[in-house]
């Protein structure tokens, strides 16, 4: 109201004192607690992105993590990183569930996403300081990120996912930032084939059920070939990463049928090769029964404890007798908490009836294995089936520079699902080349959700920054400032590289801003040669759904953090 009124604030001046003398003068003044509510939730989240902006880029450093049980975690994987970090703060929390969805949403860009949030914070509180209202400049960053993934698409190319070459290339931009950047050349291309190897079968298993179940898509000329182009996604979870120690990651390799990193159990003199398989999946236990509660048996007569193992032999003997029936050759068994899943005794009756056996399967891989198996888990020893099991070419423990795991190769009417088995020197190795490849097939997955590919190098933000910033320059009022603002903001992505790579930030971010306005939409940062570049020439490309799901989570996320002015803790 006083800013309003003119004359009256002179007269209440003497009573206010000195202090009200500045509350004149600022357009938009809060009372000061939702004001240090809001700098402290800002300066969490800014201190939280400040700690990962190093690990940006091919030339990031990376964080070593000591977890609370000791084990060491080496990284440059933004989610992995925050998701280690034990953040106290309510508002710096948001940063780290930020970066985990996108890490849901496009698998990649999570280093960059919390890094753009970092910097909006920045712009966001220069802003309040000149005073203009926080839910102005959470309205207006909304605008800003809708018009800056306007401009995004407008750059991107559009592909097709029979255009291996491109996929390739988007996988290997992912990989080239990780630590295991020089096998990108190894981990690319089974990222690639991973997925594509979801997708192709689809395309022809649906066309026919899909025109038959709907009369109107059959009549419709040309319907089957457009189905490929609909599938939206790929489930990875189709796609099961086995990691074993032993060799390097040059020997990681994408597997025709399934591997279980469970050996084949050959103690007992059994079989551990097996052509011609007929497998079951097994989720009853071949050993003796037991009551549920605990309780003690006190046998005096000798003859009657004889009678108690002779039992115990003829229950486990008919119990491998029916599967054998069956004409089952090869025995998957889950893993059982309550007790043995299998003895040693039904081991000796199996290896005589000649059956391979692979014990500790897993609870949560009984539905990827019986998935791709085509194999139906079996509960209970009467409900032991011929119908049940799965039919293979071979079954075999396959010993690669010291990695032991069993393969079942040219499965009967197969799942839809693909194997990979990641090998590394030791454990640090290992779970980095996964996340890497896990991201790498997050990318690829990126490109069948949304199919266009954009310039990476912080080519795409400059162009935006400018757009933006030209964009800026026919508003008015609070609207403008905060434009202005989000544009600068987005120039911390190249900025970050720059510095990461050694080189000078100011200088490079200014030609580049430099090039961009002499048309080279495709100018970046070639942080192996330390210039400006065509980026597209480098082959550096990332999905657009990265880019532009990044801006829309960050920005999200900080308009979310302005709106908030207070702070309690409840009971």
Do not use: W
Request: net charge neutral.
């Amino acid at each position: 109201m006083s800013a309003t009124a003119g004359p009256v604030p002179a007269a209440i001046a003497p009573q206010g004192g000195a202090g009200s003398a500045p509350r004149q003068q600022r357009a938009f003044k809060t009372q000061d607690k939702p004001d240090e509510v809001r700098r402290s939730n800002m300066n969490a989240a800014k201190a939280v992105s400040d700690a990962i902006r190093t690990s940006l880029g091919p030339k990031g450093m990376d964080k070593m993590i000591q977890t609370a049980s000791g084990e060491v975690v080496i990284t440059n994987d933004g989610a992995t990183i925050l998701k280690h970090m034990a953040v106290m703060h309510p508002a710096a929390r948001m940063l780290v569930e930020l970066s985990q969805a996108q890490d849901v949403e496009a698998g990649d860009g999570t280093t960059s996403v919390v890094v753009i949030a970092g910097s909006l914070l920045g712009a966001a509180e220069k802003m309040l300081n000149k005073g203009i209202h926080p839910t102005i400049i959470a309205e207006a960053f909304q605008r800003a990120a809708a018009k800056a993934v306007e401009f995004l698409s407008d750059i991107s190319t559009p592909i097709e996912l029979s255009d291996k070459e491109s996929l390739l290339r988007a996988a290997s931009t992912s990989l080239n930032s990780k630590i295991v950047s020089q096998y990108s050349s190894v981990l690319a291309p089974i990222a690639v084939n991973a997925v594509t190897r979801l997708l192709d079968p689809k395309s022809s298993a649906t066309a026919p059920s899909k025109s038959s179940a709907d009369p109107a898509s059959a009549s419709a000329p040309g319907s089957s070939t457009v189905l490929p182009e609909e599938q939206v996604n790929v489930d990875l979870r189709d796609i099961r990463l086995v990691k074993k120690v032993g060799g390097t990651i040059d020997d990681t390799e994408l597997v025709e049928g399934l591997v279980l990193e469970q050996n084949v159990v050959g103690g007992s003199g059994g079989p551990t090769r097996m052509e011609k398989a007929k497998i079951a999946v097994c989720q009853f236990q071949l050993s003796s029964p037991k009551p549920d509660m605990d309780n003690q048996i006190v046998v005096n007569d000798y003859r009657q404890m004889d009678k108690i193992l002779k039992e115990e032999r003829q229950y486990l003997l008919n119990m491998c007798k029916k599967i054998k029936k069956t004409g089952c050759n090869v025995l998957l068994i889950q893993k059982s908490i309550l007790r043995d899943a299998v003895n040693d005794l039904a081991l000796h009756f199996l290896a005589k009836l000649k059956i391979l056996v692979v014990t500790n399967v897993e609870r949560d891989e009984i539905d990827f294995v019986s998935k791709t198996l085509g194999a139906k888990p079996v509960a209970d020893i009467e409900a032991f089936t011929e119908d049940k099991l799965a039919s293979a070419d071979l079954v075999d423990e396959v010993n690669q520079n010291g990695a032991k795991v069993c393969k079942i190769t040219g499965i009967k009417n197969m799942g839809r699902t693909v194997s990979v088995l990641c090998t590394g020197a030791n454990a640090l190795v290992l779970s980095e080349s996964e996340r890497s490849l896990h991201d790498a097939l997050c990318v690829v997955r990126c490109l069948v959700k949304k199919r266009a590919l954009i310039a990476g190098g912080g080519a795409p933000e400059v162009h935006v920054s400018r757009l933006l910033s030209e964009y800026a320059s026919t508003l008015s009022g609070m609207e403008a400032y905060c434009f202005q603002a989000y544009a600068e903001a987005l120039e911390v992505i190249p900025t970050t590289l720059a510095e990461n790579a050694g080189l000078n930030p100011i200088s490079i971010v200014t030609e580049l801003r430099n090039r961009h306005a002499l048309g080279e939409r495709t100018a970046g940062i070639n942080v192996r040669k330390g210039q400006i570049t065509n980026i597209l020439e480098e082959n550096v490309l990332q999905p657009l759904l990265v880019n532009t799901s990044a801006i829309e989570l960050a920005t999200e996320t900080v308009s979310l953090l302005l709106r908030i002015d207070d702070y309690h803790l409840s009971r």
